[in-house]
Each structure stands twice: as structure tokens, then as C-alpha cells.
């Protein structure tokens, strides 16, 4: 097992422009720093229709409230200001602009306990045809890889997804290495376990992160099954 | 005025969810993870309802719930209501202290 850098093609180069964007680069090191209630804010405001902070404000008293500590309730601003941002680029764009924050905010949680977090890689085995497709985040840590397919919602858990997610895992089982493949869905455990429940394609031996748990990434691997 | 109970913020946030599964059924192809989206959510938020509902909701909950539920309706992209299907939920039970 090897990894590889993905082929640059035209959507990869003009992908690869917003992944670099100071405004995925400056969510992403905020929402590294936020607690599970700050990733939701984020979620809702990125994705909304109202550009006033007022009203997410008031979405989240347990953000903003009377009682809430300034220290994080500053932090949680920051969060929102960001989070409008996104939503301020357009429909097209911050669906974008969305994906790769969750990928950047899963990097920079992976790289708080490995130096081998890399982005955009391949991952190809001895005789077997390569998949195009490469996985948003790997840890080619020696003896304990890993690989993540980031999501920002429940939705884009698809077969293709969870094939070569499983492709991955079971190419590394034939050649006795250790992978561990998951999914990092910036969406609750529940969204995710109804998708999963009518998917027919493989994904026993995938893990899942989910939007509750996310930051555990900087601890250690994934250690939810994605199917129970 | 009485203070809101959490049966009354419930209902409320039912309704909106109640929206946003008829918005997001215009996705064909999602029609059944929709429904089964909006099943599940239902449920979770029904079981707070048996669980709490005659109880004072929390303060600010009240303010919290009809602030989503107002987004939710500015919803028109079906698309996008089906994420907020799953979003509306989330900020419904953290503003009452509930686990999703």
C-alpha cells in the first residue's frame, strides 16, 4: 500500500483555489478551537438564508446568552462572523467553500496528534487499478494509516463513497496493512445512521464522525462504527 | 403572559420541521431519505415532548425555537431544506439542554 498525490485536473486546480482561500483557512483554524454547540452554529449559519447575526444570536442562547462566559462567547462571534461570510458567497460558491472547511477543520484535528496528515492523496495497492478519486485526508502514519472521505452533511453519504472507502480497507487487508477508512460528516449521528440505513453498499468495516464528535479526531481515529 | 412550556416550543418546531420535509420532497430522488429523515427527527423530538413537555422551557429556548423556525420558513431551495431538516432539530434540543 503507497499513497499518491491526486492528478491535477481543471476542477482540482480551480477546487484546490477555494481550499486555499484565507476564508476556509480562517473558519477552519477557528472551528478547530470550537466546542460541539459552536460546530452547530456554524453548520446552521453557513447554510441559512438570514445575513443579520441578530437572529443566530438568539438561535443559540447557550452561545449568547446572559450567562455564557465571555471567553466563549467571543469565540463563538468569531464563529458566526466567519460562518456569514461562507453564507455570503453565493449559492454555487459556498456549497464549495462549505466542503472545504470541513476538510481543512478534519486536517488541522488530525494533524494535533500525527505529522503525516496529508491532503488530496491516492492510495494504490500492488496489481489492483488505482480509484481516481482521492481521499480528502489520509495519516500515512507507518503500521497505523488512515483515510477520510469528509462530507458536510449526511447527504453525501453515497455508494460511491462507501465503496471506495470499503475498496480502500480491503485492498490494505490483502496486502496485511493497516487502514483505517471513515467518514467525517459535519452533520448529526442521527442524519448520518438514517443514511446509512437504506445504503446497501458495503461499509461494515467504515468508521464515522460525526458533527457531535468531530473533535475527538485529535485524540485518536474514529472509533464509531458507521454501521451498527 | 403565561411562560412558554416546552410542549408549546415543541409544537413549534414541529410545524417548521413539518415545512421543510414537504420542501425537501420536490427532491425526487430523496424522497425516501426525507421521509425517513423527518421520521426520525419527529420521533426524537416527540420523545422530549412525553418526556418534558409540561415543564417551563428553558430560558431563552422559547426566543432560540421561534428564531429557527422563522429561518427554516425563509427556506425555499428544496436542497437546502433538507439540510435543515437535519439542522432544525440539532438547535431545537440544544436550546432545551437535550442531547441530539
Redesign the interface.
Known amino acids: 500500500m503507497r499513497f499518491q498525490d491526486a492528478a491535477r485536473d481543471a476542477r482540482t486546480v480551480v477546487y484546490a483555489g477555494i481550499q486555499a482561500d484565507r476564508l476556509v483557512t480562517r473558519a477552519a483554524d477557528l472551528l478547530v478551537e470550537a466546542a460541539p ?1 459552536e460546530r ?1 452554529l456554524a ?2 449559519a453557513m ?4 445575513t443579520d447575526p441578530a ?2 444570536r ?5 452561545l449568547f ?1 446572559p450567562a455564557v462566559e465571555p471567553s466563549l462567547r467571543s469565540h463563538a462571534e468569531a464563529v458566526l462572523g466567519v460562518s456569514l461570510e461562507v453564507a455570503g458567497r453565493g ?1 454555487q460558491a459556498r456549497s464549495q467553500y462549505r466542503g472545504a472547511v470541513v476538510e481543512a477543520l478534519t486536517e488541522r484535528l488530525l494533524a494535533r496528534r500525527s505529522r503525516e496528515v496529508r491532503r488530496e492523496r491516492r492510495i494504490l495497492f500492488d496489481g489492483v487499478a488505482a480509484e481516481i478519486h482521492p481521499y480528502d485526508v489520509t495519516v500515512e502514519a507507518p503500521g497505523a494509516a488512515e483515510a477520510y472521505d469528509c462530507k458536510w ?3 453525501g453519504i453515497t455508494p460511491d463513497v462507501l465503496l471506495q472507502l470499503d475498496a480502500a480497507r480491503t485492498g490494505a487487508a490483502a496486502e496485511e496493512a493497516s487502514l483505517r477508512v471513515a467518514l467525517v460528516v459535519f ?5 448520518c ?3 446509512l ?2 445504503e446497501t453498499a458495503p461499509a461494515d468495516g467504515t468508521y464515522l464522525t460525526t ?2 464528535t468531530m473533535h475527538e479526531l485529535a485524540v485518536r481515529p474514529a472509533t464509531l462504527r458507521a454501521r451498527r | 403572559m403565561t411562560a412558554p412550556r416546552i410542549a408549546d416550543v415543541l409544537h413549534r418546531a414541529l410545524a417548521a420541521e413539518a415545512v421543510l420535509e414537504e420542501r425537501g420532497e420536490e427532491v425526487a430522488d430523496e424522497w425516501q431519505y426525507v421521509t425517513d429523515l423527518a421520521a426520525a427527527w419527529r420521533a426524537r423530538l416527540e420523545s422530549v415532548l412525553a418526556a418534558r413537555g409540561t415543564e417551563p422551557a428553558p430560558p431563552g429556548s422559547a426566543d432560540a425555537i421561534d428564531a429557527a423556525a422563522d429561518e427554516a420558513a425563509l427556506i425555499e431551495d428544496p436542497h437546502r431544506a433538507i439540510d435543515w431538516l437535519s439542522t432544525l432539530p440539532q438547535i431545537v434540543l440544544a436550546a432545551l439542554g437535550e442531547r441530539t
Not at chain 1, 438568539?58 to 447557550?62: I, L, Q, S, T, Y
Not at chain 1, 452533520?187 to 442524519?191: C, G, K, L, M
Open positions: 454547540l452547530l453548520r446552521a447554510n441559512g438564508e438570514r437572529a443566530w438568539a438561535m443559540f442562547p447557550g446568552g449559492e452533511g449526511a447527504r452533520d448529526a449521528y442521527r442524519s445512521l438514517v443514511r440505513a437504506r458533527i457531535e
